[in-house]
């Protein structure tokens, strides 16, 4: 498969739709030469390509996480720039994939308290994720994001609540186990 038929099978149809983007990751996994031409997506005019190749790029690095590391500084830059829910919610799950140094992890929990402004209350549990597992990686996060998701399991949308009980006691358990 070429890039720009990777490109073309996410355009078309509704917004709502996830159209092929399962297809374009399983493509991604087959030939992983392909992942810059879904980051590449991220970039388009079309809003629903750019959501949908956000989509299939977080699919394939579930499984392939190595597939982000050498587009670390665009991940980084769409992360900060991109106002498309969809994509940032996407973007949430893949930045923590990322083997981060000290300076860049606190840029991604710059990003993810950021996020927590949005409108939209997907981009903002996703957020609180992407957060809860930053604090996993780096203990020394632990107290700042712990009482950070109990104020948001107090004060955010029922999903958030949630998913900050939920988040809340992972991170608690994990830190009594060590």
């Known amino acids: 498969m070429k890039p720009n038929d990777l490109l073309a099978m996410l355009s078309g ?41 956000a989509d299939a790029a977080e699919k394939a690095s579930r499984q392939r996480p190595d597939l982000l590391q050498p587009h670390k500084k665009k991940l980084f830059t769409l992360a900060e ?33 950021q996020y927590l402004g949005d409108k939209s209350s997907i981009v903002k549990t996703f957020a609180m994720q992407a957060l809860a597992d930053l604090a996993e990686q780096d203990g020394s996060l632990q107290p700042d994001v712990l009482l950070l998701l109990k104020r948001l399991t107090v004060e955010g949308t029922p999903a958030m609540r949630a998913r900050g ?3 809340i006691a992972q991170i608690t358990r994990r830190k009594a186990a060590t």
């Open 13 to 53: 149809g509704d917004l709502r739709s996830t159209g092929r983007a399962e297809e374009a990751a399983a493509a991604v996994l087959e030939d992983p030469s392909l992942f810059s031409a879904l980051l590449k997506g991220l970039g388009h005019g079309d809003a629903r390509v750019r959501m949908r190749a």
């Open 81 to 113: 720039l991109e106002d498309q829910k969809e994509v940032r919610w996407h973007l949430a799950q893949m930045l923590p994939r990322i083997h981060l140094r000290g300076r860049e992890r606190l840029r991604a929990v710059s990003i993810f308290c």
């Open 165 to 167: 009980k939920r988040l």
